[in-house]
Structure formats: structure tokens, C-alpha cells
């Protein structure tokens, strides 16, 4: 590659830098360029080498002048006809290139005089760049400027580009990351018949392909990854996150928990009472997780399901489980409406059994709440539903041996460890409790395979029977008055419906605003309905004592914020309207129509959006429209947001994917699943070399 070296403008090198972090030097880098290289998270020669291209550019052929197209990239030579810096309306560097076939006018912004100095009339150079229509006809800004001698050869191979920051040139990335290539084990832990097998190459062979293309590469396959050089890189991301993953999961099994064996004793009599048969799903995943709470280590499991898939049971039956066994549990809520709701569940089915359920809220008087503290303190009350009011320090669960989150990405991981450390403190000291992660957001299988393989998952995939399909419409909100109409229409045959407020995020109190506008609007127009308001500011018992007047019936609208937005089930809602619709995330708009379909009777959902809609806004709302699947949905988002953005309420500091793509590379994730069980277990030194060459010391970070 002789022309990958000098093609970047030395000006680019020297251009200025916001100030880099104090940084050490290493192998021959300097503090200045380390605390550069630092920003883009590269410490050693290894993560040079593992900085990989971005795209690649083709410098092997040169299109005429008269040739080159707009909006597509290339490179023309030629000689200069004229430069000069104008001053207005900006101090700028023009020059006029010209071959045989016309002249091209170059633009630069910002520039040094070594560029000017390449530019002097008569001087061969090469430009690439995109060509656009300009005040001076065609011309390219911020070119790539090299100069050239006539007749000087052209290179063979495409030049990559590599992702950069600040004050930190093209040329000198492929300088230090040749270096990089040069002083650096590139040595192949992977067992060669798994190589074999996937068509894969060695790593040595495939970073080399990568940093210096083959001439004959092709360059659409570079482009667009499927390359066998980046499958074998991709496959690299994926074994080693799965390793390390994997590695965090054994770690936490090799500690002690309570061992609860399935008594069956209050278990089957919650289930001789119950008014519905368990769902073979959910008989699954309560099976899966009786023989977890059975061990004598700690349960690490996420148990996802759609909305009204029927979680709480399954929750409930693993919370007996402890009981029966003689341990606490504890269901922690994100909300104080949900946690009700929870305990309101939970005690209808525990205290015919003789279980004392404690509510922790809020809202609770200070002498009731510390009489419940007093109980669970003691050990006689063995189960407990709250909010953070949970993990607050003057709960005490001294036998605390299962830890049950719902909608477990509404927490922190400080706050589920804060959960699970109130167990370890008292009577079974050394012992961790068993814990069951709950959600409704489906996580799609790829990524349940990738971001969440450290823990056991089991999925909820059928709804209880007897559900009708929701049918969701789509109304600008020029015809509001029509869905008021449909409103009448819905309560006026003894149904009840949901109307929930804009989201706004910039501002709390415009959103409460809102919702006491649509409060009154609602109520004028529809004097003879019993409406009620929900919103964040309420007290915990306003809040309270109006979700039970609509659970009562004694309400037939509710008009909410948000604050519905997850767990609420009242099957007699049928009628489901949002506005604004557009500015909820499709996870969110998924939740919120969950609340009705729900009962018996055909429920509808209105999305009521405001012109003009965004690109992304038009995309959920169709994929929210035809879609009622939660997996599909889940899908589409992951799709739209990609996984940053999915597993972001986790910050957990999870390695994210930088080169393997969930939705593209699919067919890798399974066997490097596999793999990585196997080398973990029989090739533990490769194992090791494979994660230090991909994490260096950064997995630490996934030990929460
Ligand atoms: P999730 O938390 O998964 O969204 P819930 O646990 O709130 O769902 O259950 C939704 C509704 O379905 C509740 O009213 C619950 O009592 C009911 N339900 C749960 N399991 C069954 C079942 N197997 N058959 C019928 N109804 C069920
Ligand atoms: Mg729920």
C-alpha cells in the first residue's frame, strides 16, 4: 500500500484539538497523541490493531474531470490553474484544477499554508472528494489533497478509512496501526477446525485484509462487512463477549443461596384456588424456576413476557416457594401504583392461604409502616411488595432469600444490587438471594443471546386464553372530536377508557398542564361520564384511591400521564386513546395498549398524531400499527435504535457490539455460543488470551 501513507493533508495532523486528557505514553507514542488515541478507547498496540476501517475509498482509479458525477466520491488529477484566499464571505483557499477534459474549483475553509505551497499554479496534485454544483459550477470542499509528479503510479488496493477524533490524521492512524501489525502477536487461539468449519481465516490473515485490502478484494463485500476477513473478526466480538459473559454467570453461580426445594404445600394450594389454568408457558417457566430455587446458588433469570402474558403468577409461585421453605421474598415495583396493584394481587391469592403480604409504600401511615418493619424484622411476615421503599435502610430482611424485580429495566444495577444485599446481612450471612428479573420490554432472541447471556432466561411466548385481538387505529389530530364521539359511544355501553396525555420531556409541569387541560376539555364535553385524572404529582394516596375507583368502575375515563404507563390491569378498559403518539418510543406505545385487551370485549386503540410527522415518528407509529406482537415490535426498535440504545437501562457497562451486527451476522452468535462454553471449559488458556486481546482490563466492568 505505498499510497495509503501521504494521501491525508499533513494539515489534517495539525488541525486544532479541543485539549486531550492527560495521558501516558506507550511503545513509542507520545503523551500528547496517547491522550488522542485515548478517545477513541486505543491504550495499546492491540486495540490499534483491532481499530479496524470504517470504509474504504477507491484511490486506484482517476475519472476525468468532465467524467465525475455529483454526490459520488472521486479522484481527479491535474494541474493547478490558480489558488488564491478570498476573504469573503469567509476566508477561504480556492483553487482551479484542471486536466484534459475541464476545470473543477477546490474549497477549503480551513487550511495551512503546506497547503497552499501544494497548490501553487502548475503544481500536479490529486484531489478526492464529491463533487457538488457550486456557486462556481462544480467544485469539491475539503478535498483530499495529494501532490503528485506526472505519470506517478496509482495505488492498487482500496484505502481504508479509519473512524478518528480531533487532531488526529488518516496518515497518522495507518502509520502507528502498521506499526501496530508489525510488533504484534497475531496469533490464532481459535481451534482450526472451527476456522475450518465456518470458512473462517486466521487473524493475522484476516487484520490484514482488513487494514491492507488485496487488489483484487472485492470491494463491495469490504464495504458492506460480509468479507471472510470481518465475519472472522465479527465471530471474535461475539465469542469473546459470550466468554466473557459466560464468565461473569459461572462467577456468580460459584456463590451460596439458600436452597428452596418445591414443598408443593402452599404452592398447589394457591393453584387449586386460582379461577384460571396456568398457560403452558407459564407452567414452563414456573418449572424452570422451581428447580433454579432449588439449588444451593444463587438464580440469576429474567423471566420476559408480553404484556398480560401473566407474569404476576409466576412471580407469585416462586415467592411461595420461599415461603413454604421458610424464607422471605420480596417483589420490588417501579412504581407506587404498580407495587399496589402487586400487593392488592398478592394478598387476594396469599392470605386465604394464612400469608401475611406487607405493602411498603410511601403513602403508608408512619405508625402502620413501622408495625410492618416490626414483622418483617422479626421474620414473621415471610413476603414483602414495594417500590424503592424496599431497598430503603430501615428495611430489614433478615431471611430474605428471593429478590423478584418487575420491569426490571426501570432499575438501576445499583438499586437490584441494593435489593439483593439486604439478604446477606442478617441470618443467612454468605448467602445470596435467589433473584428473578421480570420484563415486559420482549427482548429479541439475538440480543437475549448476546447482551443478556449471563443470565437464564425464560420466556412467557402465550397469552392467557380468551384474549381478543386489540385493533389500533391511526387519527390526526384534526379529527379529535370524532374520537371524543367514539369515547361516548365505548362508556355509553358500560365500558371504560384510557385517555393518556402528550409525553412532553422537556418539562414536568407543562406535561401536568396538559393533563389538566384535557381533564377539563374532556369533562365539558362529556358532562355525563365520570372522568378521573392521574398524574405524577398526585399524593400516593390520590393516586391510589383514584386507580381504584376506575379499577371499581366508579370512573369511566381516566385521563393519565404516563404514569400508567406500565402494569396496570383493569380488564373492563377496553377503550385505549393516546395523544400525541408520536412522541412516545415504540417500547412505551407497546405498553400502554397493553392496558386494554385485557377482558373479554374487543378493545380498540386510537394513536392520535400531529402532522408533520418525522421520519422516525412515521416509522413506530407503522410499525406500532401493524404490528401487535411484542417480539415483532421489540424487533423493529432494536432495528431502529440499534442495541446501544435497547440495553442502555441496564448501565451495567455491558461491552457493546462495535463490529458484529445483530440483526446481519445472526448465523455467528449461535456457534459462538457454543464455542465459548467449550474453550472456557477445555481451552482456558485461549480462552484467556482471546478476551485480553479484545478487552484488555476492561471486563471488569461487567462483574455487577
Ligand atoms: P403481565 O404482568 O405479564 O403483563 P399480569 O400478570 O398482570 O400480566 O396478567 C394479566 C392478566 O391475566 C391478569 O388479570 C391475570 O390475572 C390474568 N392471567 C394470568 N394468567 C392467566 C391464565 N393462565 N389464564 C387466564 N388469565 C390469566
Ligand atoms: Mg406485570
Known amino acids: ?18 485539549p486531550a486528557p492527560a495521558a501516558r ?51 481527479v488529477e491535474g494541474e493547478v490553474s490558480s489558488c488564491e484566499v478570498t476573504p469573503h464571505p469567509r476566508r477561504q483557499l480556492v483553487a482551479r484544477v484542471r486536466d484534459a477534459s475541464g476545470t473543477l474549483v477546490a474549497r477549503w475553509l480551513n487550511f495551512y499554508p503546506s497547503q497552499q505551497k501544494m497548490l ?49 490524521g488518516q496518515a497518522t492512524l495507518r502509520r502507528l496501526i502498521d506499526r501496530a501489525l508489525a510488533v504484534s502477536p497475531l496469533d490464532d487461539p481459535l481451534p482450526p477446525a472451527v476456522c475450518d468449519a465456518l470458512l473462517l481465516p486466521s487473524f493475522a490473515d484476516a487484520v490484514r485484509a482488513l487494514h491492507h485490502p488485496a487488489p483484487d ?36 453461580r460459584a456463590r451460596g443461596a439458600a436452597a428452596l426445594p418445591a414443598r408443593r404445600e402452599l404452592t398447589d394450594a394457591l393453584l387449586a384456588q386460582l379461577p384460571f389454568r396456568l398457560t403452558g408457558a407459564q407452567a414452563r417457566a414456573v418449572a424452570e424456576i422451581a428447580a433454579d430455587l432449588a439449588a444451593a446458588h444463587p438464580m440469576q433469570r429474567l423471566l420476559q413476557g408480553d404484556v398480560g402474558s401473566g407474569k404476576t403468577i409466576v412471580a407469585a409461585l416462586a415467592m411461595l416457594q420461599a415461603a413454604e421453605n421458610g424464607y422471605q421474598a420480596a417483589l420490588m415495583a417501579p412504581t407506587e ?50 417500590t424503592h421503599a424496599l431497598i430503603e435502610d430501615p428495611v430489614n430482611l433478615p431471611r430474605l432469600a428471593l429478590a423478584v424485580v418487575d420491569e426490571q429495566h426501570r432499575f438501576g444495577v445499583r438499586q437490584r444490587l441494593a435489593l439483593r444485599e439486604k439478604g446477606i446481612a442478617g441470618e443467612g450471612a ?12 420482549p427482548i429479541p432472541r439475538t440480543l437475549a443471546m448476546t447482551h443478556y447471556a449471563d443470565l437464564d432466561v425464560s420466556v412467557l411466548d402465550e397469552l392467557p386464553p380468551g384474549r381478543t385481538p386489540i385493533r389500533t387505529r391511526l387519527v390526526s389530530d384534526a379529527r379529535r372530536d370524532e374520537v371524543i364521539g367514539r369515547l361516548r359511544a365505548a362508556c ?99 405498553q400502554l395498549r397493553g392496558r386494554v385487551g385485557r377482558g373479554s370485549a374487543e378493545s380498540v386503540c386510537i394513536l392520535i398524531y400531529a402532522q408533520p410527522l418525522s421520519q422516525t415518528g412515521r416509522e413506530r407509529l407503522k410499525v406500532i400499527y401493524e404490528h401487535t406482537d411484542g417480539f415483532e415490535i421489540a424487533r423493529a426498535d432494536l432495528r431502529i435504535r440499534g442495541p446501544g440504545e435497547f440495553v442502555g437501562a441496564r448501565q451495567s457497562g455491558l461491552p457493546l457490539l462495535r463490529y458484529a451486527s445483530l440483526e446481519g451476522d445472526v448465523d455467528l452468535i449461535e456457534p459462538a455460543r457454543t464455542l465459548a462454553e467449550q474453550m472456557l471449559r477445555d481451552m482456558p488458556q485461549a480462552a484467556e488470551r482471546l478476551m485480553a486481546r479484545w478487552l484488555g482490563g476492561r471486563e471488569a466492568l461487567l462483574r455487577a
Open 217 to 252: 478484494a472485492d470491494p463491495a463485500a469490504l464495504e458492506q462487512r460480509h468479507h471472510s476477513a470481518w465475519r472472522r473478526i465479527k465471530f471474535e466480538e461475539l465469542l469473546v463477549q459470550q466468554m466473557s459473559l459466560r464468565r461473569a454467570y459461572n462467577a456468580r
Open 492 to 590: 355509553s355501553e358500560g365500558r371504560q377508557a384510557y385517555w393518556v396525555c402528550p409525553l412532553i420531556e422537556e418539562s414536568e409541569t407543562l406535561q401536568l398542564q396538559t393533563a389538566l387541560e384535557t381533564f377539563e376539555t374532556l369533562s365539558a364535553a362529556l358532562p355525563e361520564l365520570r372522568i378521573g385524572l392521574l398524574h405524577g404529582k398526585l399524593k400516593a394516596d390520590g393516586k391510589s384511591a383514584t386507580m381504584a375507583a376506575f379499577a371499581a368502575h366508579e370512573l369511566d375515563v381516566l385521563v393519565a400521564t404516563t404514569v400508567i404507563e406500565v402494569g396496570v390491569d383493569v380488564p373492563n378498559a377496553s377503550l385505549m386513546v393516546i395523544e400525541h403518539a408520536e412522541r412516545f418510543g415504540l417500547a412505551q406505545l407497546h
Open 120 to 168: 501553487a499554479p502548475g503544481r500536479r496534485v490529486r484531489l478526492f472528494g464529491e463533487v457538488r454544483g457550486g456557486f462556481f459550477g462544480d467544485e469539491m470542499v475539503h478535498p483530499r489533497l495529494r501532490p503528485v509528479a506526472a505519470g506517478e503510479g496509482l495505488p492498487e488496493a482500496l484505502t481504508p478509512v479509519y473512524p478518528t477524533t480531533a487532531g488526529l
Open 1 to 18: 500500500m505505498p499510497s495509503a501513507s501521504a494521501s491525508k493533508p499533513a494539515a489534517q495532523d495539525a488541525s486544532p484539538a479541543a
Open 430 to 441: 454468605g448467602l445470596r438471594p435467589h433473584m428473578l428479573m421480570m420484563s415486559a420490554t
Open 337 to 386: 401504583i404498580l407495587a399496589e396493584q402487586h400487593w392488592k394481587k398478592l394478598a387476594a391469592w396469599l392470605e386465604p392461604l394464612g400469608l401475611h403480604v406487607v405493602w411498603l409504600s410511601g403513602s403508608r401511615k408512619k405508625r402502620e409502616r413501622e408495625a410492618e418493619l416490626e414483622r418483617l424484622r422479626s421474620g414473621e411476615a415471610l413476603l414483602a411488595v414495594g
Open 25 to 75: 505514553g506507550w511503545a513509542g507514542v507520545g503523551s500528547q497523541l496517547a491522550g488522542r488515541l485515548a478517545k477513541l478507547d486505543i491504550h495499546r498496540p492491540e486495540d490499534l490493531v483491532l481499530h479496524l476501517p470504517l470504509r474504504y475509498e477507491d484511490e486506484t482509479r482517476i475519472t476525468p474531470i468532465e467524467a465525475v458525477r455529483p454526490g459520488f466520491p472521486a479522484q
